[in-house]
């Protein structure tokens, strides 16, 4: 997606050896709604849901978000560009 907000889950999950699984069962929140976020599919998360998730984590909001400094696409496109190899030119023409 194209924003600057980007859910940390698997970090703050792998901190407290838990699975996301185990974050669907302990929350009630679908395993593809958390899976959604996590890939950084999600359009958005409502209140509800981030409640859910910092309650079961014992956690504040910030520990499972973060504000980057650029909109992934941007850095995205940024990165493929500085990665695209020259072009050759043919010696035999």
């Known amino acids: 997606m194209d924003h600057r907000i980007n ?4 970090d703050a999950l792998k901190e407290r050896g838990q699975s996301l699984y185990w974050l669907s ?3 009630g929140i679908s395993y593809t709604t958390l899976w959604r976020l996590k890939k950084d599919r999600a359009l958005g998360i409502n209140f509800a849901t981030l409640e859910k998730i910092c309650v079961a984590l014992e ?3 910030g520990a499972v978000m973060e504000l980057s400094k650029e909109k992934k ?3 995205r496109k940024r990165n493929v560009s500085a990665r695209a190899p020259a072009r050759r030119t043919s ?3």
Request: hydrophobic share 30%; net charge negative; glycine share 0%.
């Open 25 to 27: 069962r302990t929350t």
């Open 7 to 10: 859910i940390t889950i698997e």
């Open 59 to 61: 956690c504040q909001p």
């Open 91 to 93: 010696s035999l023409l």
């Open 73 to 75: 696409e941007e850095a």
